[in-house]
């Protein structure tokens, strides 16, 4: 025989006093952990810790936080696939890029590139993304870091209506290998790096000028000193 559910049982999947799935309140604080999670650089549990937990309830009680795992196979995914939607259409718009990209080696000696681009919008607003960071496993010869650039700069714009008209110019260190990496692929236009080639520039000019570099030793001898000691630092407490 059938028998209707009692209200206490109905209730029993969900608390009369929480926000169900849909309720905007709830996808929004979703959202903003989601977030906070990809800028923060923080692990998935921080979902189950409890200190996290608790500022939550205080904030909004009738949240329900998502499982990490949740967060980890279907919101943040989403998140990605958002952003890089949003993130390409706004490069797509751009008539001029300036990609700016290095090559470097971790302490755990993994090697890395990244590709950052920059663009102005049509209000003259500056918008600057981090586009990739890739783990570069074969060396960072110019054939191989220009077919990295080649593949880079076709994902952002290839899909474009105007990606002929896109002018791109990369900005990047005066490394050999990078520059000859940039010269390969037609569609950029090497800029050399202020910046690096100014401090390139004094550092040249530190090792001709002897007076300057032996009081940079001893500058650094006296900070060594001090730094190394925490009983030499505390003598110079008060004086």
Known sequence: QLKQTQIHQ??????????????????????KIAHKI????????????????AVIKAAEPKYVMP?????????????YTDT?????????????????TDAWTSRANNGYLSYTVHF????????NYCLAVEN??????AANLANSLSEQT????????????????????????????ISKVPSCISVKCFDHTLQLAINDAVQHCTELKTCIQK????????????????KTDGA
């Open 154 to 181: 076709n994902a952002w714009t290839s899909d474009s209506q105007r990606a002929a008209e896109i002018k791109i110019a990369v900005v990047s260190d005066n490394a050999a290998n990078v520059q000859a990496a």
């Open 10 to 31: 109905s209730l029993q999947g969900q608390p009369p006093n929480k926000f169900d799935g849909d309720h905007p309140k709830q996808k929004l604080i979703t959202e």
């Open 136 to 141: 570069v496993d074969e060396s960072h010869t």
């Open 38 to 53: 990809c800028k923060d650089l923080q692990p998935y549990t921080i979902v189950e810790d409890p200190g996290f937990r």
């Open 219 to 234: 500058a650094k001898s006296i900070t060594t000193h001090f730094k190394h000691s925490s009983q030499n630092t505390k």
């Open 84 to 100: 890089y939607t949003a993130v390409k259409s706004e490069v797509q718009l751009a008539s001029c890029l300036a990609f700016t």
């Open 120 to 127: 102005l919008t049509a209000n003259f607003e500056m918008r």
């Open 67 to 79: 499982s990490r795992k949740t967060f980890s196979a279907e919101i943040i995914p989403k998140l």
